[in-house]
């Protein structure tokens, strides 16, 4: 019996290790890797920077996205004076003061971390948001002579070097579409360029833009929708974000180009001030238009189905009217053709004088 039983306890002791080793592959792949990679020491950046910008518009989420099969939509782009009220949210504080700070600098900030993408301005003056087209951060701060510190394959620059107060401009696109799924007409920004101011003189010259680069706003409006911003010169309570602003178009610009077959700007074709002026109202007048031809449309079919519901609802009480109308003469027919009962004639007796 002994010898018998040896073997095989000696059997099970020596194939023990490889059961234990002998484990599903992908089991063994996803441990070592919870074990062993983490985002700061992965070579990847791609991974950690997607799910940062994931987990701030999860946290902060934004308006919805742009349907892809609407059945209207026009582009247009429009250039941000700063300088104007309107558009003042934007620039100031044009240096950072504790939490506040301006737009440019907050873009500018998430860049240099890494957070955000921007892409390249194009001669064109049209976005692209392919991977070939990011901007290489390096050549801008060395093209526009922006002061930096390198450590380590990263760009770091400080506050008071960060041109803020040069950008008086904003390039942005805005797409003006007719949402069918839900019977609206809807304004949303796209994309945004900072442009930067150089050049003025002494004599009253006017200074030359640069604009710096292109930043998806779908991609940003997670990160602009933590950014307080005072919108009122009456209420100093920091009320409204970035991403309210620009989704509530508190912005007020000028039409500078439209998306058009030819690819044409308004500069092109309007040779004078007054021409440009003529050409821009032309453009707001159209959207102004299509918008309040949407909403008449809209009334329009809700007063219809209001004069079809109280039509049906006469109709029907005519008919219930009609029905018992009938009814009342059918029984009264009845009742006047009903055979009437014969009574026994009465019988006169005349008396005869005698």
Do not use: H
Not at 16 to 33: C, D, E, G, I, Y
Not at 265 to 287: F, G, H, P
Not at 319 to 332: D, I, P
């Amino acid at each position: 019996m002994k010898t018998i039983l040896l073997p095989s306890i000696t059997c099970i002791l020596l194939c023990l290790p490889l059961m234990l080793s002998a484990q599903p592959k992908k089991s063994r792949v996803t441990r070592l890797a919870t074990k062993t990679v983490s985002p700061v020491a992965s070579k990847a950046k791609e991974t950690p920077k997607k799910v940062t910008s994931d987990r701030a518009a999860l946290q902060f989420p934004t308006s919805d996205e742009m349907p892809e099969d609407v059945v209207w939509r026009r582009d247009i782009y429009r250039q941000l004076d700063l300088m104007k009220d309107a558009n003042a949210p934007l620039y100031y504080p044009v240096e950072p003061n504790g939490k506040n700070q301006n737009l440019f600098t907050y873009l500018f900030r998430l860049i240099l971390s890494e957070r955000l993408t921007a892409y390249q301005y194009k001669l064109d003056g049209n976005e692209s948001f392919d991977a070939k087209d990011k901007l290489d951060l390096k050549d801008l701060l060395d093209r526009y002579y922006i002061l930096y510190e390198e450590k380590n394959g990263k760009y770091s620059v400080s506050a008071t070097d960060i041109p803020s107060a040069e950008v008086t401009r904003y390039y942005i696109k805005e797409s003006n579409y007719f949402d069918q799924r839900s019977a609206t007409f809807k304004r949303k920004v796209t994309a945004i360029c900072p442009v930067l101011m150089r050049g003025e003189d002494e004599f009253g010259g006017e200074a030359t833009p640069y604009p710096l680069f292109w930043v998806n706003y779908d991609d940003v409006a997670g990160y602009l929708n933590k950014m307080p911003m005072m919108a009122s010169n009456l209420n100093n309570v920091t009320n409204m974000t970035a991403d309210d602003y620009f989704t509530m178009n508190k912005y007020e610009g000028k039409i500078y180009k439209t998306n058009n077959l030819q690819g044409k700007v308004l500069a092109n074709y309007c040779k004078t001030d007054s021409a440009m002026k003529a050409e821009q109202k032309r453009i707001e007048d159209e959207l102004a238009e299509f918008e309040r031809s949407i909403w008449e449309i809209t009334s329009a079919k809700s007063d219809s189905v209001a004069v079809d519901s109280t039509a049906v609802a006469d109709k029907k009480e005519k008919k219930v009217k009609a029905k018992a109308k009938s009814e009342t003469r059918r029984s009264k027919a009845a009742v006047s053709e009903k055979p009437q009962t014969t009574s026994t004639p009465r019988v006169s007796v005349r008396r005869q004088r005698r």
